[in-house]
C-alpha cells in the first residue's frame, strides 16, 4: 500500500499534556504535510515540511521529519480539549502530484 | 468566509439511484479534486481537476463520475449507487497540483445509500 502508517491508531489524554503522533513512510518524498479532521467536518492544513528540512513549528506544534528513517512525527504541546480530532500525515511523493494519506491518529483529550 | 462549499452537507439515496455532489470555490484555484473517506480510514483520491484536464484515479470505478464547467464549480455523479458507495466525499482545492501546495477542504457530504 502507498498509504502512510501512523501511530498510535488513538490517543487519549488529559488538557494540558503533550501528544505525539507518528507517521512512517515508504518512498521518497518532496514535502510531508499535516492535516486535523474534526469529526464529520472536512480536513484542515496544519503544518508542511520540505524533505531537507528536520524541524518545523507553528505555535504549539511541533513537526520533525527524519528522511533516514522516512518517518515523522507531530507534537502539540500542552493540549486543550479544542484539540480533540484526527491527525492525518499526507506525503508528496518525489515524482508523482497526488497527496497520499495516511491511516490517521484519533486524538482525544479531555478536561 | 467560505471557500470551499460543499452541497448538501448529507444526502440519503436509494440503492441504484443516481445522485450528485455539488462542490464550489471562492479561492479561484486551478485544482479541484474529490476524495472518498469510509468510517476511520484515510481520504482515497477519486479524481481531480487541472483547470479542465481530468484526471482519474487508475481504481477508481466506472460509477464515480466528474464534472466541472468552470473554474468555481465541480461535480461528483455517482451513476448507480451502492450500499458500499456510503461514505463522507470531500471537496478539496489547491492553486497547483505539485510542490510545496496545500489542499483546502469542504466539509465533506455524507453520503447514505438505503
Known amino acids: 500500500s502507498q498509504q502512510g502508517e501512523e501511530d498510535p491508531q488513538a490517543l487519549s489524554i488529559q488538557e494540558g499534556e503533550n501528544a505525539t503522533m507518528n507517521c512512517s513512510y515508504k518512498?521518497?518524498?518532496?514535502?510531508l504535510q499535516w492535516y486535523r479532521q474534526n469529526s464529520g467536518r472536512g480536513l484542515v492544513h496544519l503544518i508542511l515540511i520540505r524533505s531537507n528540512e528536520r524541524e518545523k513549528h507553528s505555535g504549539r506544534l511541533r513537526v520533525t521529519l527524519d528522511t533516514s528513517k522516512k518517518s515523522s512525527s507531530l507534537l502539540i504541546t500542552a493540549s486543550r480539549a479544542a484539540d480533540t480530532a484526527s491527525y492525518f500525515c499526507a506525503r508528496r511523493n518525489t515524482g508523482f502530484q497526488k497527496l497520499v494519506f495516511g491511516t490517521g491518529t484519533r486524538l482525544l483529550v479531555s478536561p | 468566509d467560505a471557500m470551499v462549499i460543499q452541497n448538501p452537507r448529507y444526502q440519503v439515496t436509494q440503492f441504484g439511484k443516481p445522485v450528485t455532489l455539488s462542490c464550489s470555490q471562492t479561492l479561484n484555484h486551478n485544482v479541484m479534486y474529490w476524495y472518498q473517506q469510509k468510517s476511520s480510514q484515510a481520504p482515497k483520491l477519486l479524481f481531480h481537476y487541472y483547470d479542465k484536464d481530468f484526471n482519474n484515479e487508475a481504481d477508481t470505478p466506472d460509477n464515480f463520475q466528474s464534472r466541472r464547467p468552470n473554474t468555481s464549480f465541480c461535480f461528483l455523479d455517482i451513476r448507480s449507487p451502492g450500499l458500499g458507495d456510503a461514505a463522507m466525499y470531500l471537496c478539496?482545492?489547491?492553486?497547483?497540483?505539485?510542490?510545496?501546495?496545500?489542499?483546502?477542504f469542504g466539509p465533506g457530504t455524507r453520503l447514505t445509500v438505503l
Open positions: 518512498t521518497s518524498i518532496n514535502n
Open positions: 478539496a482545492t489547491s492553486r497547483s497540483s505539485g510542490g510545496t501546495d496545500t489542499q483546502y
